[in-house]
């Protein structure tokens, strides 16, 4: 497993390697920012060259910050947003499938807001709609290849993105998820099996193309 991180959250990333190794897996450690197209690539490389392979590509990088209007979203924001959340998509994307053979799996991070909208979050929403549409496509593409390309879209998720998220003040904080019909946030690992679910070609070998929603009742036909 190759696992991409910002220098700033090492710790987690060495939390994370810890538990690999004791499932008796190899992990690799590749802290950078996948806003660059370039470290996107090389990250796509070295993976190459330390495990001869890319079976399952997880693009799950993001980056939001709430905003009382679209008036306030500044251009370096948006674009910050969009680097982070969709080109860092299509940039690991192209790299990994050059690479990539039948059985293997894309599985991209998209998000209720990518389906629903969030008036407090109209960057982050359009990058998961993009997500959307890119999942979609991109399947068909490949779908003679061989190769499965499928999103989840959780609903809010416990995570470090949203305490870490300048426009949640504290009181908002402690309040989050509380609006969804099962009353709460979910956990992360409430999420996994999801990821899991569609990377594995054993159990999921006849979908592909789908946004699977994890939203805790929240339903939607799109």
């Known amino acids: 497993m190759a696992i991409s991180f910002l220098p700033e959250e090492e710790a987690d990333a060495l939390e994370t390697e810890k538990a690999v190794r004791q499932e008796g897996r190899r992990c690799l450690l590749l802290p950078g920012d996948v806003t660059s197209r370039q470290f996107c690539e090389t990250l796509v490389e070295m993976t190459l060259q330390e495990f001869g392979r890319i079976d399952i590509l997880v693009p799950n990088a993001a980056h939001q910050t709430r905003k009382k209007s679209v008036l306030e979203v500044s251009d370096e924001e948006f674009d910050r ?48 709609g993009a997500i959307n549409a890119f999942t979609k496509t991109l399947a068909l593409e490949v779908l003679e290849r061989g190769i499965r390309v499928n999103a989840v879209a959780p609903g809010p998720v416990w995570t470090p993105l949203n305490p870490a998220d300048p426009g949640l003040p504290p009181e908002k904080v402690a309040q989050f998820g509380s609006k969804v019909p099962i009353g709460r946030p979910a956990q992360p690992e409430e999420v996994a099996p999801a990821y899991v679910f569609l990377a594995s070609d054993a159990d999921s070998s006849y979908i592909t193309g789908i946004v699977l929603p994890v939203m805790g009742g929240e339903t939607t036909g799109g």
């Not at 959340?85 to 790299?95: C, E, G, K, T």
């Not at 969030?118 to 960057?123: A, F, G, R, V």
């Open 81 to 128: 947003t969009f680097k982070t959340n969709i080109y860092s998509y299509f940039w690991l994307a192209r790299a990994a499938l050059k690479h990539m053979k039948a059985g293997a799996a894309i599985v991209a991070s998209s998000s209720v807001t990518g389906l629903l909208g969030s008036k407090e979050l109209p960057d982050y929403s359009a990058t998961k």
